[in-house]
Structures are given as structure tokens and as C-alpha cells.
């Protein structure tokens, strides 16, 4: 009896960790998208545009993870068509065009308020969960939707009033963090459907090899000339921070992150996700020397508090 009753307790505490230690794959994922704009920033000096350097991202990511779908082939068999609608919408809507939206985000405005704006992607995701999962909302959810909604404010237009001056909000950086961090929320909804269905590697491989033929009409469509440095300093350079942008916060994140949501619970991964834009305004003081204004701290509070009490919510 001794022995077995060991045996139940070592299993039992085998299952308690496998959420814990998927939580930590979710902070850990979640914090490498922070040195995102790192190198968007840098590739965006190069007067390389966003849906170039999304493009050229995507390009290396599928190169490298081909060989995974080809392995993991057989998954795709059977596959409905609210698979495939979440599969498009993971890859055209989360992986190409809310790239674009938050690289172009970067080059209008302050770059914390375009990090820090990301937190409302939790807010979507339970809306859109909500709509098409048919979850149940946590209790008084509306009041905290508009205790989100002033924290945003906060971060969009600090202490001040934008009446009669629409024309400059539809263009400000804020507004563009906004749409990406609305089909990023939707993404997680789809994510964790497909997480379901196939394993977390495919899932990742499908997401930027579906979005290629988009992003390459895009690209094609507005017509830029490429204007990619010839000299080998310049070429190494950037060939540097492509490289690293496409493998660390954008195909080893998601493969972290993936994993990590397998286990973890959405409401969960929420708080999970505050290492993003915590490391991404690190970085930006660091590096970029800007620094988090008082507002941005107070729209910041608002909106982690309402995802807090939303997650405590949801949890019980």
C-alpha cells in the first residue's frame, strides 16, 4: 500500500507541474515578442517597408519549418471547414496582415504606447470566444471592458482631449497597434482550437507557410522598390536582424508559446502574457532611450487590472 500510495502522489505531482511548468513556456514565449521591435526598428532604418520585412520574415520561417509540416503531413487529413477558416484566419490575420499593422504601428507615434496597447489582446480573445466558442463571459464584464477602454485612452492620448483632430488619430501609431492586437486576440481563439486538433509544431508550420501567398500579393500590390543595402556591412547587417527577428520573436516564440498553451489555461496565459510588453518598454528605455510617461503608467494599471479581476473570474 506504502508503495502505491507513493506512486499516486508522484503522479498527482506530475500532473500539478505540467500546467506550471506551461505557464513558464507561456511568460517565456510571450517575453521573447518584446524584442520584437528591436529589430523591426532597425530593419525600418534600412527604409525597408513593413510588409517587405514581414514578407522576408515569413519566407525564412517556412524555409525552416517545411520539412516539420511535411512530417507532420498526415494531420491535415480530414480537416473541416471551420479548420481551415481557423487556419486562415490564424495565418492571414494574425501571422501576415496584424504583422504588418504593428510594424507600420512602430513608425507612427510612441513606440511604449504601441507595446503597451498589445495587453488588450485578451480582451478580444474573450470576445471572440464568446461569438464563436460560445463561452460564457466572466461576471460584470462590461464594466471591466470600460475600465480597459480608459486604460487604452490613457495610452493613446495621455491626459489630453483629440477632439478635432480625427484625421490625426485614424493615422497614429495607436490606432494600428489596436487592429493588431485585435486579430492577435483572435488568433488565440483560433490557436487554441486548432492546438486541439494538431500538434503545436504544425500549427506553428501552418501559420506563417499559409500567409506567404498573401503576403506576397500585398508586397506585389503596393508596389515598393526594395531598397536593401548592396554594401557587405550594411547586407550583413540587416541579413543579422532578419535572421534574428524571424527566429527568436517570431518562430521560437510561437513554438514556446504553443506549447506552453496546451497546458495553461487562457485566463491564465493572460497574466502570462505581461512579459511582453514589461520586456518590449525595457528594451525601448534601454535602447531606444524612451521613456514610460506618467499617463501610459496609469493606462497601463487600468487596463492589467481589469485582465487581473477578469482572470481571477474566469478561474473560479
Known sequence: MGNVSIKLNSAACKQADRPRAGFWLVVLGAALWGADP??????????????????????????????????????M???????????????????????????????????????????????????????????????????????????????????????????????????????????????????????GKMEYETVTSLRFILALPLLLGITIYQGDPWQIPTGAGPLAAVSLNLLGQALLPGLLSLLVYYKGLTTTKA??????????????????????HQMVTVAQICGFVLIWTALFVISRRSEA
Not at 464594466?143 to 495621455?158: I, K, M, R
Open 38 to 75: 528591436l529589430f523591426r526598428i532597425i530593419l525600418l532604418q534600412e527604409h525597408i517597408t513593413p510588409s517587405q520585412i514581414v514578407l522576408l520574415e515569413h519566407i525564412i520561417i517556412a524555409l525552416i519549418m517545411a520539412p516539420v509540416l511535411w512530417k507532420h503531413r498526415s494531420e
Open 267 to 288: 485566463s491564465v496565459a493572460t497574466l502570462a502574457e505581461l512579459s511582453f510588453p514589461m520586456v518590449g518598454v525595457l528594451i525601448n528605455w534601454i535602447v531606444f
Open 77 to 195: 487529413k480530414g480537416l473541416k471547414l471551420s479548420h481551415i477558416g481557423a487556419l486562415l484566419f490564424l495565418s492571414w490575420g494574425g501571422s501576415a496582415i496584424a504583422t504588418i499593422l504593428f510594424t507600420q504601428g512602430l513608425t507612427h507615434g510612441d513606440l511604449n504606447a504601441v507595446l503597451l496597447l498589445q495587453k488588450l489582446q485578451p480582451i478580444f480573445a474573450i470576445l471572440m470566444a464568446r461569438m464563436l466558442l460560445k463561452e460564457k463571459l466572466p461576471k460584470q464584464f462590461g464594466w471591466l471592458l470600460v475600465l480597459a477602454l480608459a486604460g487604452t485612452y490613457l495610452l493613446t492620448f495621455g491626459f489630453t482631449f483629440p477632439f478635432g483632430h480625427v484625421n490625426d488619430f485614424v493615422t497614429v501609431g495607436s490606432l494600428l497597434s489596436l487592429g493588431a492586437a485585435a486579430l492577435w486576440g483572435g488568433s488565440t481563439v483560433m490557436g487554441r482550437l486548432m492546438v
